[in-house]
């Protein structure tokens, strides 16, 4: 059957905040869980990856978990192995213990974010490619996705892993011509991911279908996603603002952008 109750870690966050009102539509209902409250939704947990004993309180029941929470952006070693290594191994854990059956899992396009972005002509990049961390943060993102891979194998836990893109309101740089994913389609491909058959550890990208797309969706479309957004009507307004990217420029290099240069820091 398809999953009806689905915990939502991150809920707070910008895409968390996002889905919390995309997700329903497709009837799902949601469970929230954040570090940080969410005064306006009775019921929400509040409560730290850290803390084992809320998070199997959190997950039981549950036919399915959407994995947001963690740290976003790079950060120190220990504030990622904290948040997004120790915090995804036990919600895994606490998964496995209370019998759900699927995970999906925020990756980041920042695990494979060192492979050369493609230039005209070049094939887009498999999901196959060989991971290319660009930072701590997708340090952890690449451990999500082996974490999940052992538990599909040794427990049987199913996990979509979703190399996400930038999923904002609007694409704001260049870059993210090539990587956005609209909420909408956000909403669309965690919809696939939650009731697809037989997804064992399927790795895919998340993003709109972009004039601009630097990777394979093909894994993402096999899921069951149509997206029907594409960047390019920002395209126009975004080149004239910044112009193309600079092929010398080594913020412009890689599929991780300026993650593989001068990554954004947590502010905390
Ligand atoms: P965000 O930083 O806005 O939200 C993350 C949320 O996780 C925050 O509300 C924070 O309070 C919570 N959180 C952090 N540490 C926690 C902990 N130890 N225990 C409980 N909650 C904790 O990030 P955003 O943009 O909403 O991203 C959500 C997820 O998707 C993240 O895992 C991020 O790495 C991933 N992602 C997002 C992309 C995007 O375009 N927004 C792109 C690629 C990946
Ligand atoms: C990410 O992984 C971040 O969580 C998000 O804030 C964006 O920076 C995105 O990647 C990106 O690559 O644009």
């Given amino acids: 059957p398809a999953p009806r109750t689905v915990l939502l870690t991150g809920a707070a966050g910008g895409l968390g905040t996002l889905m919390r009102e995309l997700l329903p539509e497709y009837g799902y209902e949601l469970r929230l869980f954040d570090v940080r409250p969410l005064d306006d939704a009775p019921g929400a947990i509040t409560a730290d990856l850290a803390d084992r004993d809320a998070l199997r309180e959190a997950v039981r029941g549950a036919d399915a978990i ?17 948040a997004n290594v120790q915090g995804t191994y036990n919600l ?54 082996d974490l999940a891979q052992l ?8 996990t979509v892993s979703v190399r996400i893109g930038s999923c904002f309101p609007e ?19 965690f919809h696939a991911a939650l009731t697809a058959e037989g997804v064992g550890h399927t790795v895919v990208y998340g993003s709109s279908a ?5 990777w394979d969706l093909s894994s993402a479309r096999a899921l069951g996603y149509e997206p029907q957004d594409d960047s390019e009507p920002y395209a126009e307004k975004l080149i004239a603002e910044q112009g193309e990217l600079d092929p010398d420029n080594p913020d412009h290099a890689c599929l991780g952008g300026h993650f593989t240069t001068n990554p954004p820091i947590w502010p905390y």
């Fill in 66 to 82: 959407v994995h947001l929470a963690g740290i976003s952006l790079e950060s120190s070693f220990d504030k990622i192995l904290a």
């Fill in 92 to 145: 895994y854990e606490a998964a496995r213990e209370e019998g759900v059956r699927r995970i999906v899992f925020a990756s980041s396009n920042h695990a494979v974010g060192f492979t050369p972005r493609p230039r005209e002509g070049d094939p887009l990049i498999p999901v196959g490619t060989p991971r290319r961390p660009d930072t701590f943060y997708g340090l952890s993102k690449s451990f999500g996705e």
């Fill in 151 to 158: 538990y599909w194998d040794k427990h049987g836990l199913e």
């Fill in 171 to 189: 694409p704001t740089s260049v870059r993210m011509l090539s990587v956005w994913m609209s909420p909408a389609d956000g909403a669309r491909l």
């Fill in 210 to 214: 972009n004039t601009r797309l630097w």
